[in-house]
Protein backbone atom coordinates (compact mmCIF):
# COMPACT_ATOMS: atom_id res chain seq x y z
CA UNK A 1 0.00 0.00 0.00
CA UNK A 2 3.06 2.15 1.27
CA UNK A 3 4.42 1.75 -2.35
CA UNK A 4 0.77 2.52 -4.15
CA UNK A 5 0.98 6.02 -2.64
CA UNK A 6 4.50 6.45 -3.25
CA UNK A 7 4.09 5.72 -7.10
CA UNK A 8 1.14 8.34 -7.18
CA UNK A 9 3.17 11.05 -5.55
CA UNK A 10 6.04 10.17 -7.89
CA UNK A 11 3.75 11.01 -10.92
CA UNK A 12 1.28 13.64 -9.13
CA UNK A 13 2.43 16.18 -11.57
CA UNK A 14 1.41 14.01 -14.52
CA UNK A 15 -1.95 13.02 -12.82
CA UNK A 16 -2.54 16.96 -12.26
CA UNK A 17 -2.44 17.42 -15.47
CA UNK A 18 -4.47 14.72 -17.53
CA UNK A 19 -7.24 14.75 -14.21
CA UNK A 20 -7.69 18.55 -13.49
CA UNK A 21 -9.18 19.39 -16.63
CA UNK A 22 -11.44 16.62 -17.04
CA UNK A 23 -12.61 17.56 -12.78
CA UNK A 24 -13.62 21.03 -14.12
CA UNK A 25 -15.31 20.26 -17.11
CA UNK A 26 -18.87 20.38 -15.67
CA UNK A 27 -18.36 24.17 -15.03
CA UNK A 28 -18.39 25.18 -19.18
CA UNK A 29 -20.61 21.85 -19.99
CA UNK A 30 -23.70 22.99 -17.46
CA UNK A 31 -23.10 27.00 -18.22
CA UNK A 32 -22.60 27.26 -21.65
CA UNK A 33 -21.82 31.18 -21.92
CA UNK A 34 -18.29 32.38 -22.79
CA UNK A 35 -18.17 33.77 -19.02
CA UNK A 36 -17.81 30.21 -18.15
CA UNK A 37 -15.72 29.04 -20.77
CA UNK A 38 -13.21 32.09 -19.73
CA UNK A 39 -13.45 31.47 -15.81
CA UNK A 40 -12.68 27.39 -16.55
CA UNK A 41 -9.48 28.57 -17.94
CA UNK A 42 -8.77 30.95 -15.51
CA UNK A 43 -9.30 28.20 -12.72
CA UNK A 44 -7.29 25.79 -14.57
CA UNK A 45 -4.68 28.06 -15.00
CA UNK A 46 -4.65 28.97 -11.70
CA UNK A 47 -4.11 25.43 -9.90
CA UNK A 48 -1.43 24.97 -12.62
CA UNK A 49 0.13 28.00 -11.37
CA UNK A 50 0.00 26.79 -7.28
CA UNK A 51 0.33 23.20 -7.74
CA UNK A 52 3.19 24.25 -10.69
CA UNK A 53 2.32 20.54 -12.44
CA UNK A 54 3.72 22.61 -15.43
CA UNK A 55 5.90 24.99 -15.75
CA UNK A 56 4.52 28.27 -15.06
CA UNK A 57 5.75 29.82 -18.58
CA UNK A 58 3.70 26.52 -20.63
CA UNK A 59 0.79 27.14 -18.64
CA UNK A 60 1.13 30.82 -19.11
CA UNK A 61 0.45 29.77 -23.11
CA UNK A 62 -3.05 28.21 -22.69
CA UNK A 63 -4.84 30.90 -23.59
CA UNK A 64 -3.16 31.02 -26.96
CA UNK A 65 -4.93 27.54 -27.55
CA UNK A 66 -8.19 27.50 -25.10
CA UNK A 67 -9.52 31.33 -26.58
CA UNK A 68 -9.79 30.49 -29.77
CA UNK A 69 -11.52 26.84 -29.63
CA UNK A 70 -13.81 28.50 -26.45
CA UNK A 71 -14.93 31.62 -29.02
CA UNK A 72 -13.66 34.09 -26.83
CA UNK A 73 -10.58 35.64 -28.74
CA UNK A 74 -9.58 35.40 -31.98
CA UNK A 75 -6.14 33.97 -32.10
CA UNK A 76 -4.27 36.59 -33.48
CA UNK A 77 -5.96 39.20 -30.85
CA UNK A 78 -4.51 36.66 -28.33
CA UNK A 79 -1.00 36.26 -29.51
CA UNK A 80 -0.66 40.22 -29.68
CA UNK A 81 -1.34 39.78 -25.63
CA UNK A 82 2.59 37.85 -25.70
CA UNK A 83 4.22 40.95 -26.93
CA UNK A 84 3.10 44.33 -25.45
CA UNK A 85 5.25 47.62 -24.65
CA UNK A 86 5.55 46.29 -20.87
CA UNK A 87 6.86 42.92 -22.14
CA UNK A 88 9.52 45.32 -24.16
CA UNK A 89 10.25 47.08 -21.07
CA UNK A 90 11.27 43.95 -19.40
CA UNK A 91 13.62 43.02 -21.92
CA UNK A 92 15.18 46.69 -22.28
CA UNK A 93 15.35 46.76 -18.26
CA UNK A 94 17.26 43.30 -18.61
CA UNK A 95 19.32 44.33 -20.88
CA UNK A 96 21.30 46.81 -18.82
CA UNK A 97 21.01 44.90 -15.86
CA UNK A 98 22.85 41.79 -17.65
CA UNK A 99 25.61 44.34 -18.77
CA UNK A 100 25.75 46.21 -15.16
CA UNK A 101 26.36 42.46 -14.09
CA UNK A 102 28.46 41.07 -16.60
CA UNK A 103 31.08 43.54 -15.87
CA UNK A 104 30.77 43.05 -12.06
CA UNK A 105 29.94 46.94 -11.33
CA UNK A 106 27.30 45.97 -8.98
CA UNK A 107 29.75 44.16 -6.71
CA UNK A 108 31.87 47.17 -7.12
CA UNK A 109 28.90 49.36 -5.92
CA UNK A 110 28.21 46.55 -2.83
CA UNK A 111 31.93 46.57 -1.54
CA UNK A 112 32.31 50.41 -2.00
CA UNK A 113 29.48 50.64 0.39
CA UNK A 114 30.07 48.45 2.62
CA UNK A 115 33.75 50.06 3.19
CA UNK A 116 32.03 53.11 3.83
CA UNK A 117 29.64 51.61 6.53
CA UNK A 118 32.26 49.61 8.37
CA UNK A 119 30.89 45.85 9.86
CA UNK A 120 29.84 47.03 13.64
CA UNK A 121 26.98 44.73 14.20
CA UNK A 122 24.03 47.34 13.88
CA UNK A 123 25.83 49.05 10.80
CA UNK A 124 26.70 46.24 9.12
CA UNK A 125 23.28 44.28 9.18
CA UNK A 126 22.19 48.17 7.60
CA UNK A 127 25.26 48.26 5.21
CA UNK A 128 23.88 44.94 3.70
CA UNK A 129 20.01 45.65 3.58
CA UNK A 130 21.00 49.62 1.96
CA UNK A 131 23.31 47.53 -0.74
CA UNK A 132 21.09 44.72 -1.47
CA UNK A 133 18.20 47.22 -1.60
CA UNK A 134 19.57 49.70 -3.64
CA UNK A 135 20.92 46.76 -6.36
CA UNK A 136 17.74 44.69 -6.54
CA UNK A 137 16.13 48.01 -7.72
CA UNK A 138 17.99 47.81 -11.09
CA UNK A 139 19.41 44.04 -11.40
CA UNK A 140 16.93 40.77 -10.69
CA UNK A 141 16.50 40.15 -6.90
CA UNK A 142 17.84 36.67 -7.84
CA UNK A 143 21.22 37.70 -8.70
CA UNK A 144 21.73 40.48 -6.00
CA UNK A 145 21.05 37.99 -3.27
CA UNK A 146 23.21 35.10 -5.31
CA UNK A 147 25.93 37.84 -4.80
CA UNK A 148 25.42 38.99 -1.45
CA UNK A 149 25.49 36.25 0.48
CA UNK A 150 28.66 34.54 0.03
CA UNK A 151 30.54 38.05 0.91
CA UNK A 152 27.99 38.46 4.05
CA UNK A 153 29.64 35.07 4.98
CA UNK A 154 33.21 35.39 4.00
CA UNK A 155 32.53 38.91 6.61
CA UNK A 156 31.16 36.40 9.38
CA UNK A 157 34.19 34.28 8.70
CA UNK A 158 36.29 36.46 9.68
CA UNK A 159 34.22 38.06 12.42
CA UNK A 160 34.05 34.65 13.90
CA UNK A 161 37.31 33.47 13.96
CA UNK A 162 39.01 31.49 16.98
CA UNK A 163 41.42 33.43 19.34
CA UNK A 164 45.20 32.96 17.85
CA UNK A 165 47.91 31.69 19.64
CA UNK A 166 48.99 35.54 20.34
CA UNK A 167 45.81 36.12 22.11
CA UNK A 168 45.84 33.63 24.33
CA UNK A 169 49.74 34.56 25.28
CA UNK A 170 48.51 37.73 25.98
CA UNK A 171 45.63 37.10 27.87
CA UNK A 172 43.31 39.03 25.77
CA UNK A 173 39.42 38.58 25.47
CA UNK A 174 38.22 36.46 22.32
CA UNK A 175 37.50 39.38 20.36
CA UNK A 176 34.47 38.37 18.32
CA UNK A 177 30.96 39.79 18.23
CA UNK A 178 29.44 39.01 22.24
CA UNK A 179 26.43 41.05 20.93
CA UNK A 180 24.93 41.72 24.19
CA UNK A 181 26.70 40.05 26.66
CA UNK A 182 29.86 42.11 27.95
CA UNK A 183 33.25 40.26 28.48
CA UNK A 184 33.48 39.37 31.97
CA UNK A 185 36.04 42.03 33.63
CA UNK A 186 39.28 40.21 35.35
CA UNK A 187 38.49 41.34 38.64
CA UNK A 188 41.54 41.43 41.36
CA UNK A 189 41.77 41.23 45.28
CA UNK A 190 44.20 42.42 48.02
CA UNK A 191 45.55 40.30 50.11
CA UNK A 192 46.63 41.01 53.57
CA UNK A 193 49.90 40.57 52.66
CA UNK A 194 49.59 42.91 49.40
CA UNK A 195 49.75 40.29 46.79
CA UNK A 196 47.14 40.26 44.17
CA UNK A 197 45.50 37.50 42.72
CA UNK A 198 43.26 36.93 40.00
CA UNK A 199 39.54 36.46 41.26
CA UNK A 200 37.67 33.85 38.62
CA UNK A 201 34.92 36.20 37.20
CA UNK A 202 31.46 36.05 39.26
CA UNK A 203 29.60 34.75 35.85
CA UNK A 204 31.65 33.81 32.95
CA UNK A 205 29.73 33.27 29.86
CA UNK A 206 29.40 29.74 28.71
CA UNK A 207 31.18 29.03 25.49
CA UNK A 208 27.32 27.73 24.58
CA UNK A 209 25.82 30.75 24.82
CA UNK A 210 28.18 32.88 22.99
CA UNK A 211 27.89 30.25 20.00
CA UNK A 212 24.21 30.71 19.97
CA UNK A 213 24.64 34.32 19.73
CA UNK A 214 27.10 33.92 16.39
CA UNK A 215 24.42 31.39 15.10
CA UNK A 216 21.70 34.21 15.98
CA UNK A 217 23.51 37.05 13.77
CA UNK A 218 24.45 34.96 10.95
CA UNK A 219 20.62 34.08 10.55
CA UNK A 220 20.18 37.73 10.75
CA UNK A 221 23.01 38.52 8.55
CA UNK A 222 21.19 35.59 5.70
CA UNK A 223 17.80 37.01 6.30
CA UNK A 224 18.80 40.71 6.11
CA UNK A 225 20.00 39.99 2.29
CA UNK A 226 17.14 38.14 1.35
CA UNK A 227 14.41 40.43 2.87
CA UNK A 228 16.26 43.48 1.33
CA UNK A 229 16.35 42.14 -2.05
CA UNK A 230 12.05 41.54 -2.19
CA UNK A 231 11.98 44.62 0.07
CA UNK A 232 14.09 46.75 -2.60
CA UNK A 233 12.71 45.34 -5.41
CA UNK A 234 9.08 47.40 -5.27
CA UNK A 235 11.30 50.92 -5.54
CA UNK A 236 11.54 51.07 -9.43
CA UNK A 237 8.79 49.78 -12.21
CA UNK A 238 11.68 47.36 -13.33
CA UNK A 239 12.62 46.03 -9.95
CA UNK A 240 10.65 43.13 -9.89
CA UNK A 241 8.10 41.50 -12.43
CA UNK A 242 4.80 42.43 -10.29
CA UNK A 243 5.23 45.93 -10.88
CA UNK A 244 5.45 45.35 -15.01
CA UNK A 245 2.46 43.25 -14.24
CA UNK A 246 0.49 45.41 -13.20
CA UNK A 247 1.95 48.49 -15.76
CA UNK A 248 0.42 45.99 -18.32
CA UNK A 249 -2.73 44.61 -17.09
CA UNK A 250 -3.54 48.78 -16.54
CA UNK A 251 -2.87 49.50 -20.18
CA UNK A 252 -4.84 46.62 -21.29
CA UNK A 253 -7.74 47.18 -18.96
CA UNK A 254 -8.20 50.47 -19.00
CA UNK A 255 -6.53 51.81 -22.50
CA UNK A 256 -7.69 55.65 -22.01
CA UNK A 257 -5.86 55.96 -18.90
CA UNK A 258 -3.11 58.51 -19.80
CA UNK A 259 -0.03 56.38 -19.06
CA UNK A 260 -1.05 57.05 -15.41
CA UNK A 261 1.14 54.48 -14.16
CA UNK A 262 4.90 54.89 -15.71
CA UNK A 263 8.82 54.70 -13.95
CA UNK A 264 7.92 58.60 -12.29
CA UNK A 265 4.77 58.36 -10.98
CA UNK A 266 5.87 54.33 -9.50
CA UNK A 267 9.19 55.66 -8.39
CA UNK A 268 7.09 58.76 -6.79
CA UNK A 269 4.80 56.66 -4.88
CA UNK A 270 7.14 52.97 -4.08
CA UNK A 271 10.69 54.56 -3.23
CA UNK A 272 9.20 55.83 0.07
CA UNK A 273 7.75 52.73 0.76
CA UNK A 274 10.63 51.27 -0.21
CA UNK A 275 12.92 53.18 2.71
CA UNK A 276 10.22 53.06 5.52
CA UNK A 277 9.71 49.48 5.15
CA UNK A 278 13.37 48.79 5.06
CA UNK A 279 14.35 50.50 8.30
CA UNK A 280 11.47 48.96 10.16
CA UNK A 281 12.81 45.65 9.10
CA UNK A 282 16.30 46.77 10.05
CA UNK A 283 14.79 47.71 13.40
CA UNK A 284 13.16 44.43 13.50
CA UNK A 285 16.08 42.26 12.44
CA UNK A 286 18.28 43.84 15.28
CA UNK A 287 16.27 43.78 17.57
CA UNK A 288 15.30 39.60 17.28
CA UNK A 289 19.24 38.70 16.38
CA UNK A 290 21.07 41.46 18.36
CA UNK A 291 19.26 42.29 21.41
CA UNK A 292 17.84 45.54 22.79
CA UNK A 293 21.16 47.09 23.79
CA UNK A 294 21.50 49.77 20.93
CA UNK A 295 24.75 51.12 22.24
CA UNK A 296 26.73 48.11 21.33
CA UNK A 297 24.92 47.10 18.45
CA UNK A 298 26.45 50.31 16.94
CA UNK A 299 29.79 49.52 19.01
CA UNK A 300 29.89 52.43 20.80
CA UNK A 301 31.92 52.04 24.48
CA UNK A 302 33.69 49.26 23.19
CA UNK A 303 37.71 49.04 22.11
CA UNK A 304 38.15 48.42 18.45
CA UNK A 305 38.01 44.32 17.68
CA UNK A 306 40.72 42.25 15.92
CA UNK A 307 38.24 39.98 14.27
CA UNK A 308 35.71 43.17 12.92
CA UNK A 309 39.24 44.61 11.76
CA UNK A 310 40.01 41.41 9.99
CA UNK A 311 36.48 41.44 8.51
CA UNK A 312 36.70 45.46 7.57
CA UNK A 313 39.97 43.93 5.84
CA UNK A 314 38.49 40.92 3.84
CA UNK A 315 36.07 43.32 2.06
CA UNK A 316 38.87 45.75 1.49
CA UNK A 317 40.84 43.03 0.02
CA UNK A 318 38.17 41.77 -2.10
CA UNK A 319 36.92 45.73 -3.37
CA UNK A 320 41.09 45.89 -4.09
CA UNK A 321 41.38 43.09 -6.17
CA UNK A 322 38.65 44.57 -8.78
CA UNK A 323 41.31 47.28 -9.07
CA UNK A 324 40.90 50.89 -10.90
CA UNK A 325 37.37 51.26 -13.27
CA UNK A 326 37.34 49.27 -16.35
CA UNK A 327 36.41 51.56 -19.48
CA UNK A 328 33.69 49.12 -19.62
CA UNK A 329 32.29 49.20 -16.01
CA UNK A 330 32.34 53.19 -16.49
CA UNK A 331 30.40 53.09 -19.76
CA UNK A 332 27.97 51.17 -18.78
CA UNK A 333 27.70 53.61 -15.47
CA UNK A 334 26.98 56.69 -17.73
CA UNK A 335 24.87 54.97 -19.94
CA UNK A 336 23.02 53.45 -17.13
CA UNK A 337 22.86 57.23 -15.31
CA UNK A 338 21.18 58.12 -19.15
CA UNK A 339 18.57 55.76 -18.52
CA UNK A 340 17.28 56.44 -15.16
CA UNK A 341 17.51 59.88 -16.24
CA UNK A 342 15.48 59.44 -19.67
CA UNK A 343 13.15 57.03 -17.62
CA UNK A 344 12.22 59.89 -15.06
CA UNK A 345 12.02 62.83 -17.66
CA UNK A 346 10.06 61.87 -20.43
CA UNK A 347 6.46 62.22 -19.27
CA UNK A 348 6.64 62.70 -15.48
CA UNK A 349 3.34 64.83 -15.66
CA UNK A 350 4.10 67.61 -13.03
CA UNK A 351 6.30 69.05 -16.15
CA UNK A 352 6.53 69.07 -19.71
CA UNK A 353 9.04 65.92 -20.55
CA UNK A 354 11.08 65.20 -23.51
CA UNK A 355 8.93 63.22 -24.41
CA UNK A 356 5.95 65.73 -25.03
CA UNK A 357 8.56 67.87 -26.39
CA UNK A 358 9.87 66.21 -29.07
CA UNK A 359 7.65 63.09 -29.86
CA UNK A 360 3.85 64.07 -29.30
CA UNK A 361 0.82 62.82 -30.41
CA UNK A 362 -2.05 64.50 -31.26
CA UNK A 363 -2.99 65.15 -27.75
CA UNK A 364 0.40 66.28 -26.97
CA UNK A 365 1.51 62.77 -25.26
CA UNK A 366 4.85 61.31 -25.53
CA UNK A 367 4.55 58.69 -28.28
CA UNK A 368 8.07 57.17 -26.75
CA UNK A 369 7.21 54.59 -24.20
CA UNK A 370 9.88 53.63 -20.99
CA UNK A 371 10.20 50.37 -23.61
CA UNK A 372 11.74 52.53 -25.83
CA UNK A 373 14.02 54.16 -23.24
CA UNK A 374 15.01 50.76 -22.02
CA UNK A 375 15.77 49.25 -25.90
CA UNK A 376 17.43 52.28 -26.72
CA UNK A 377 19.77 51.82 -24.36
CA UNK A 378 19.98 48.47 -24.56
CA UNK A 379 20.64 48.58 -28.53
CA UNK A 380 23.79 51.26 -27.55
CA UNK A 381 25.44 48.58 -25.13
CA UNK A 382 25.56 46.36 -28.07
CA UNK A 383 27.35 48.98 -30.06
CA UNK A 384 30.01 50.55 -27.62
CA UNK A 385 33.34 48.42 -27.39
CA UNK A 386 34.16 47.27 -23.94
CA UNK A 387 38.00 48.94 -24.36
CA UNK A 388 39.21 52.61 -24.92
CA UNK A 389 38.53 52.12 -29.08
CA UNK A 390 41.75 50.34 -30.77
CA UNK A 391 42.85 47.71 -32.70
CA UNK A 392 44.43 45.45 -31.07
CA UNK A 393 46.36 42.18 -32.04
CA UNK A 394 44.02 38.83 -32.73
CA UNK A 395 45.74 35.77 -30.45
CA UNK A 396 43.79 33.16 -32.31
CA UNK A 397 44.91 34.68 -36.04
CA UNK A 398 48.35 36.22 -36.00
CA UNK A 399 48.98 38.75 -37.90
CA UNK A 400 45.24 39.98 -38.01
CA UNK A 401 44.04 43.01 -36.03
CA UNK A 402 41.17 42.49 -33.89
CA UNK A 403 38.69 45.15 -32.34
CA UNK A 404 37.56 44.94 -28.95
CA UNK A 405 34.02 43.45 -28.00
CA UNK A 406 31.20 45.39 -27.33
CA UNK A 407 29.33 45.67 -23.92
CA UNK A 408 26.47 43.32 -24.65
CA UNK A 409 27.03 40.52 -27.27
CA UNK A 410 24.37 38.31 -27.39
CA UNK A 411 25.71 34.90 -26.37
CA UNK A 412 25.51 36.65 -22.70
CA UNK A 413 21.90 38.06 -23.36
CA UNK A 414 20.46 34.54 -24.16
CA UNK A 415 22.41 32.83 -21.51
CA UNK A 416 21.14 35.22 -18.43
CA UNK A 417 17.96 36.23 -20.18
CA UNK A 418 14.74 34.84 -18.40
CA UNK A 419 12.28 34.34 -21.18
CA UNK A 420 10.18 32.38 -19.11
CA UNK A 421 9.13 35.42 -17.23
CA UNK A 422 8.25 37.24 -20.41
CA UNK A 423 5.48 34.51 -21.49
CA UNK A 424 4.21 34.84 -18.21
CA UNK A 425 3.68 38.22 -18.30
CA UNK A 426 2.00 37.51 -22.15
CA UNK A 427 -0.06 34.57 -20.00
CA UNK A 428 -1.31 37.53 -17.79
CA UNK A 429 -2.37 39.98 -20.27
CA UNK A 430 -4.06 37.42 -22.21
CA UNK A 431 -6.00 36.59 -19.23
CA UNK A 432 -6.87 39.90 -18.12
CA UNK A 433 -8.14 40.68 -21.80
CA UNK A 434 -9.86 37.15 -22.06
CA UNK A 435 -12.04 37.79 -19.15
CA UNK A 436 -13.09 42.01 -20.31
CA UNK A 437 -14.13 40.64 -23.94
CA UNK A 438 -15.95 37.09 -22.42
CA UNK A 439 -18.02 39.64 -20.01
CA UNK A 440 -16.40 37.64 -16.72
CA UNK A 441 -15.13 40.85 -15.46
CA UNK A 442 -18.31 42.54 -15.90
CA UNK A 443 -20.20 39.24 -14.27
CA UNK A 444 -17.37 39.52 -11.04
CA UNK A 445 -18.49 43.23 -10.85
CA UNK A 446 -21.81 42.45 -10.46
CA UNK A 447 -21.43 40.02 -7.66
CA UNK A 448 -18.40 42.15 -5.75
CA UNK A 449 -21.15 45.09 -5.31
CA UNK A 450 -21.91 44.61 -1.62
CA UNK A 451 -18.43 45.44 -1.46
CA UNK A 452 -19.50 49.25 -1.50
CA UNK A 453 -20.36 49.46 1.80
CA UNK A 454 -17.41 49.04 3.54
CA UNK A 455 -14.80 51.94 3.64
CA UNK A 456 -11.87 51.68 1.43
CA UNK A 457 -9.08 51.87 3.85
CA UNK A 458 -10.62 48.73 5.30
CA UNK A 459 -10.71 46.83 1.43
CA UNK A 460 -7.35 47.93 0.76
CA UNK A 461 -5.93 46.73 3.92
CA UNK A 462 -8.17 43.03 3.92
CA UNK A 463 -7.11 42.76 0.42
CA UNK A 464 -3.46 43.40 0.73
CA UNK A 465 -3.46 40.43 3.77
CA UNK A 466 -5.13 38.22 1.54
CA UNK A 467 -2.56 38.88 -1.11
CA UNK A 468 0.77 38.73 1.45
CA UNK A 469 -0.67 35.13 2.47
CA UNK A 470 -1.29 33.97 -0.85
CA UNK A 471 1.74 34.98 -2.20
CA UNK A 472 3.89 32.71 0.43
CA UNK A 473 2.18 29.80 -1.30
CA UNK A 474 2.66 30.73 -5.14
CA UNK A 475 4.88 32.95 -7.53
CA UNK A 476 4.22 36.31 -7.34
CA UNK A 477 4.20 37.13 -11.08
CA UNK A 478 0.91 34.70 -10.97
CA UNK A 479 -0.95 36.13 -7.27
CA UNK A 480 -0.65 39.90 -9.43
CA UNK A 481 -1.88 38.00 -12.81
CA UNK A 482 -4.73 36.17 -11.08
CA UNK A 483 -6.21 38.80 -8.70
CA UNK A 484 -5.83 42.32 -10.79
CA UNK A 485 -8.01 41.68 -12.90
CA UNK A 486 -10.52 40.89 -10.30
CA UNK A 487 -9.55 44.07 -8.34
CA UNK A 488 -10.03 46.20 -11.43
CA UNK A 489 -13.69 44.61 -11.52
CA UNK A 490 -14.38 45.32 -8.20
CA UNK A 491 -13.26 48.95 -8.32
CA UNK A 492 -15.03 49.32 -11.12
CA UNK A 493 -18.38 47.87 -9.36
CA UNK A 494 -18.11 49.89 -6.57
CA UNK A 495 -17.00 52.97 -7.68
CA UNK A 496 -13.49 52.99 -6.32
CA UNK A 497 -10.30 54.49 -8.14
CA UNK A 498 -8.81 51.11 -9.48
CA UNK A 499 -5.55 52.06 -8.55
CA UNK A 500 -6.54 52.30 -4.96
CA UNK A 501 -6.54 48.60 -4.81
CA UNK A 502 -4.25 47.39 -7.23
CA UNK A 503 -1.18 49.36 -6.39
CA UNK A 504 -0.79 48.11 -2.59
CA UNK A 505 -1.88 44.48 -3.87
CA UNK A 506 0.93 44.53 -6.40
CA UNK A 507 3.06 45.45 -3.30
CA UNK A 508 2.04 43.22 -0.92
CA UNK A 509 2.79 40.24 -3.78
CA UNK A 510 6.24 40.91 -3.03
CA UNK A 511 6.31 40.51 0.87
CA UNK A 512 6.91 36.92 0.81
CA UNK A 513 9.13 36.52 3.68
CA UNK A 514 8.08 33.20 5.77
CA UNK A 515 8.96 30.60 3.50
CA UNK A 516 11.89 29.29 1.61
CA UNK A 517 9.78 28.50 -1.84
CA UNK A 518 7.66 31.91 -1.71
CA UNK A 519 10.57 33.41 -3.63
CA UNK A 520 14.13 32.41 -5.33
CA UNK A 521 15.53 35.00 -2.80
CA UNK A 522 14.62 33.35 0.36
CA UNK A 523 15.70 29.93 -1.25
CA UNK A 524 18.99 30.63 -2.12
CA UNK A 525 19.67 32.37 1.56
CA UNK A 526 17.98 28.61 2.93
CA UNK A 527 20.44 26.55 0.64
CA UNK A 528 23.37 27.93 2.25
CA UNK A 529 22.40 26.53 5.48
CA UNK A 530 21.92 27.97 9.04
CA UNK A 531 18.43 28.64 8.79
CA UNK A 532 15.19 26.24 9.82
CA UNK A 533 11.81 26.68 8.11
CA UNK A 534 10.96 28.18 11.91
CA UNK A 535 13.28 30.85 11.78
CA UNK A 536 12.21 32.35 8.46
CA UNK A 537 8.33 31.61 9.58
CA UNK A 538 8.90 33.62 13.05
CA UNK A 539 10.99 36.16 11.59
CA UNK A 540 9.01 37.29 8.22
CA UNK A 541 5.13 37.14 10.45
CA UNK A 542 5.75 40.43 11.61
CA UNK A 543 7.57 41.58 8.88
CA UNK A 544 5.00 40.80 6.88
CA UNK A 545 2.25 42.65 8.89
CA UNK A 546 5.02 45.54 9.15
CA UNK A 547 4.87 45.94 5.43
CA UNK A 548 0.58 45.87 4.90
CA UNK A 549 0.59 48.96 7.37
CA UNK A 550 3.49 50.60 5.13
CA UNK A 551 1.29 49.92 2.43
CA UNK A 552 -1.53 50.96 3.64
CA UNK A 553 -0.42 53.64 4.95
CA UNK A 554 1.37 54.66 1.32
CA UNK A 555 -1.87 54.53 -0.91
CA UNK A 556 -3.81 56.05 1.97
CA UNK A 557 -0.91 59.43 1.99
CA UNK A 558 1.00 60.22 -0.85
CA UNK A 559 -0.58 58.10 -3.16
CA UNK A 560 -3.12 60.37 -3.60
CA UNK A 561 -1.12 63.47 -5.18
CA UNK A 562 0.50 61.38 -7.46
CA UNK A 563 -2.49 59.41 -8.46
CA UNK A 564 -5.14 61.33 -8.35
CA UNK A 565 -7.10 58.95 -6.32
CA UNK A 566 -9.68 61.78 -4.79
CA UNK A 567 -12.36 61.25 -7.28
CA UNK A 568 -13.29 58.25 -10.10
CA UNK A 569 -11.32 58.38 -12.92
CA UNK A 570 -13.32 58.66 -16.53
CA UNK A 571 -10.80 55.98 -17.96
CA UNK A 572 -12.37 53.77 -16.01
CA UNK A 573 -16.41 54.10 -16.39
CA UNK A 574 -18.07 50.86 -17.44
CA UNK A 575 -21.86 49.73 -17.23
CA UNK A 576 -20.80 48.39 -13.58
CA UNK A 577 -19.65 51.96 -12.65
CA UNK A 578 -22.86 53.67 -14.07
CA UNK A 579 -25.00 51.27 -12.02
CA UNK A 580 -23.13 52.16 -9.00
CA UNK A 581 -23.32 55.74 -9.58
CA UNK A 582 -26.83 55.81 -9.78
CA UNK A 583 -26.93 53.83 -6.51
CA UNK A 584 -25.05 56.25 -5.14
CA UNK A 585 -27.61 59.61 -6.57
CA UNK A 586 -30.04 57.40 -5.00
CA UNK A 587 -28.54 57.33 -1.67
CA UNK A 588 -27.94 60.93 -1.68
CA UNK A 589 -31.59 62.27 -2.68
CA UNK A 590 -33.04 59.80 -0.04
CA UNK A 591 -30.69 61.08 2.91
CA UNK A 592 -33.24 63.51 4.73
Known amino acids: ?30 VPTKEAYCAYSIILMALFWCTEALPLAVT ?36 VAIAVEHWNLHKRIALRVLLIIG ?27 AMMVPIAHAVLEQLYKTPTSKDVEEGSDNPTFELQEPSPQKDVTKLDNGQVHPV ?65 SWFGFAFPTMVIL ?74 LGWGNLAFPDKDGKSMASD ?45 KMPWNIVFLLGGGFALAKGSEKSGLSEWLGDKLTPLQNVPPPAIAFILCL ?28 ICLHPLYVMLPCTLSASLAFMLPVATPPNAIVFSFGGLKVSDMARTGFLLNIIGVLVITLAINSWSFPIFSLYTFPSWAYSNTTANCMVNQANTTTARP
Not at 65 to 89: Q, R, W
Not at 131 to 136: D, N, P, Q, R
Not at 388 to 394: E, M, R, S
Request: net charge neutral; glycine share 6%.
Open 278 to 351: LLLAWLWLQVLFLGFNFLKNFGFGGHEREQEQAAFHIIRTEHKLLGPMSFAEKAVSVLFVILVVLWFTREPGFF
Open 119 to 145: VRPALLLLGFMLVTAFLSMWISNTATT
Open 371 to 415: GTVAIFIGIIMFLVPSKIPGLTQDPDKPGRLKAPPALLNWKTVNE
Open 60 to 95: ALFPIILYPMMGIMDASEVCIEYFKDTNILFVGGLL
Open 466 to 493: LIATFTECTSNVATTTLFLPILASMSQA
Open 200 to 264: PPASSEPKAQKDRQRVRFSQGMSLCVCYSASIGGIATLTGTTPNLVLQGQVNSLFPENGNVVNFA
Open 1 to 30: MATCWQGLWAYRSYLIVFLLPIFLLPLPIL
